[in-house]
């Protein structure tokens, strides 16, 4: 006999949502894609099992139960790549990785800085297996140089406004789109290198880009884009949010200033707290060739530190798919990127909480109601009533990467043959199992 009063429990499972400051055992009830309610294990929650179909009940012994996590910089190449990811291939890979949300970075072809691109990502995400926030660019064409409609593209849905890839290089641009987007609330994502500084590098400028010979790109670049666009937000009034910090100059620009008062929030993703530039001279792997680059030991463990302290608010994946053809080429000729939708949990889970930077409320904040409350988003918690978006974890389960099994159109990631642990059990995307 099946329940007609709840399409599904989560059964045996520790629930654990920031957002409610709630970490106990507990059964979760969805109804028609939405949290019916979350209560205790008792015996009576056990009897209201009977009434349930086997498959209506989804067993999280030894699980963790959380919300659906977001992935706040992801790009998905559609329109304009679909070599290297579609709007569906990106989002089975994000289910597959335990993310039920992701925000779609602009630097598509054509770019997502009018209504129409927008509209168009959204409805090809109307079916995927993640749902997708846009985030529109802060100029035409990400060429820097003139603000795109930002209330246009605020009106159609987008979250965010970010040139992502590119640095808004002149200040003046940068000063407007801070004070424009008061008006809707909503955040300027910077990529904060600036122009000028790492014209031409191809990694972090140090010890290792001179031995290799390759032109650097050097840490004051990202320090310097932040701290101006720092000064702009305290000017402004505006929101600002940066990008995957990379840099220790970074990292205590924005505790400083998030301490002064200044509206200022971050990122970093797995990589910048993984890697430094000497994993480069280990072979020229293209697939670590990103922006910003990697850096040295003290940058990476700053990046840790900003983690543990709050001063980044987010982990993201930074998710950039590019075909094997266009990665299969010298170091310095490759393009910058990685894919990270489907590992970014297990280096979180192997790289953060295992080495006892982190607590799992605490990772799991940063992937889920941070990146909720920066965007003004209606998912990021397990609260009744809200949408049925969770994520189940099995938080000890040891893997290795494997190419093979990659949802990504692209196979580009560093990490292949890797033996990680912590891996997604099942991701639940408005009530439904979108992966097992
Ligand atoms: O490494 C990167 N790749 N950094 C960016 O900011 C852009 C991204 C891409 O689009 O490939």
């Not at 809707?184 to 290792?208: K, R, T, W």
């Not at 200044?262 to 430094?276: D, G, S």
């Not at 590019?322 to 970014?344: N, R």
């Not at 295992?354 to 605490?362: F, P």
């Amino acid at each position: 006999m099946a329940s007609k009063k709840y399409d599904l429990v989560i059964k045996n499972g520790r629930v654990i949502d920031p957002a409610l400051g709630f970490g106990k055992d507990a059964y979760v009830f969805i109804k028609d894609g939405y949290i019916k309610k979350i209560v205790p294990p008792s015996a009576a929650v056990k009897r209201e099992l009977k009434n349930f179909d086997e498959r209506q009940i989804v067993d999280a012994h030894d699980k963790l139960v959380v919300p659906g996590l977001i992935d706040m910089h992801v790009h998905l190449r559609e329109p304009g790549y679909e070599r290297a990811e579609t709007v569906a291939s990106g989002c089975r890979a994000a289910a597959a990785g335990g993310f039920t949300s992701l925000c779609c970075m602009p630097n598509t072809n054509p770019c997502i800085d009018n209504q129409e691109t927008v509209k168009f990502v959204q409805d090809r995400a109307k079916s995927a297996d993640a749902h997708v926030y846009v985030i529109g660019a802060i100029t035409k064409n990400i060429a820097g140089e003139e603000l795109s409609e930002i209330g246009d593209l605020f009106n159609i849905g987008v979250v965010a406004v970010t040139d992502d890839g590119h640095y808004v290089q002149n200040p003046e641009i940068m000063r407007r789109a801070l004070e424009y987007t008061k008006m809707f609330d909503i955040p300027v994502l910077q990529h904060a290198e600036d122009v000028y500084l790492c014209a031409g590098g191809v990694m972090n400028e140090s010890f290792q880009s001179t031995r290799l010979g390759m032109k650097g790109s050097p840490a004051v670049a990202e320090e310097i884009a932040v701290l101006r666009d720092i000064a702009l937000c305290r000017f402004t009034g505006g929101r600002l949010h940066i990008q995957h910090v990379s840099t220790r100059g970074a990292v205590e620009a924005i505790r400083k200033a998030k301490q002064e008062g200044v509206n200022v929030t971050a990122e970093a993703c797995p990589h910048h707290f993984i890697f430094t530039d000497d994993e480069i001279a280990k072979g020229f792997n293209t697939n670590l060739r990103v922006n910003p680059p990697l850096r040295t030991a003290e940058d990476r463990d700053a990046v840790i530190e900003g983690l543990i302290d709050g001063t980044i608010d987010c982990i993201a994946s930074d998710h950039a798919p590019h075909s094997e053809e266009d990665k299969d080429c010298e170091f310095d000729l490759a393009p910058a990127g990685m894919i990270g939708l489907e590992t970014t949990l297990g280096l979180v889970k192997t790289y953060l909480i295992d080495k006892g930077y982190l607590s799992w409320a605490d990772a799991i904040r940063k992937m889920t109601s941070n990146p909720s409350k920066i965007l003004k988003l209606e998912r990021g918690t397990l609260e009744e009533g809200k949408i049925a978006d969770i994520t189940i974890i099995d938080p000890d389960k040891k893997w290795t990467v494997d190419a093979n099994k990659f949802r990504s159109k692209s196979k580009n990631s560093p990490y292949i043959g890797w033996k990680l642990s912590g891996k997604v059990f099942k991701t639940i995307l408005e009530g439904k199992i979108v992966f097992e």
